[in-house]
């Protein structure tokens, strides 16, 4: 089972920038696909991006295409997420995970992963 650590939220203004960071225990994550995802209040879960294992592609959704850049070390254990010019409609909780693309293209988290407590990320105007 992967447990996911999330860390590096905050509060900031908009056009501000954060970095948030996932790291794991219990497994390595060196080859695996992870993802980033996020929760505001009142909203379901959503996707924010991926890195592939081999750190060599990158996905993101519409709403952060642009400002966020995730990245891996290069012992691939810890996984980035560079957001710069955050807006108010930023503000959730972050999550990372081990992430798989299912047929229908969709990313999703594994059943092996666990979510972790998340990062509390808060742009204020």
């Known amino acids: 089972q992967v447990q996911p650590v999330e860390s590096g939220g905050g509060s900031v203004q908009a056009g501000g920038s954060l970095r948030l960071s996932c790291a794991t225990s219990?497994?390595?994550?060196?080859?695996?696909?992870m993802g980033w995802f996020r929760q505001a209040p009142g909203k379901e879960r959503e996707f924010v991006g991926t890195?592939?294992?081999?750190?060599?592609?990158?996905y993101y959704s519409d709403s952060v295409k642009g400002r966020f850049t995730i990245s891996r070390d290069s012992a691939k254990i810890t996984v980035y997420l560079q957001m710069n010019d955050l807006k108010p409609e930023d503000t959730a909780v972050y999550y990372c995970?081990?992430?798989?693309?299912?047929?229908?293209?969709?990313?999703?988290?594994?059943?092996?992963?666990?979510w972790g407590l998340g990062t509390q990320v808060t742009v204020s105007s």
């Open positions: 995970a081990v992430v798989f693309r299912d047929a229908q293209g969709v990313w999703r988290k594994t059943v092996n992963t666990s």
């Open positions: 219990g497994r390595t994550i060196s080859n695996y696909n």
């Open positions: 890195i592939t294992g081999s750190g060599l592609s990158t």
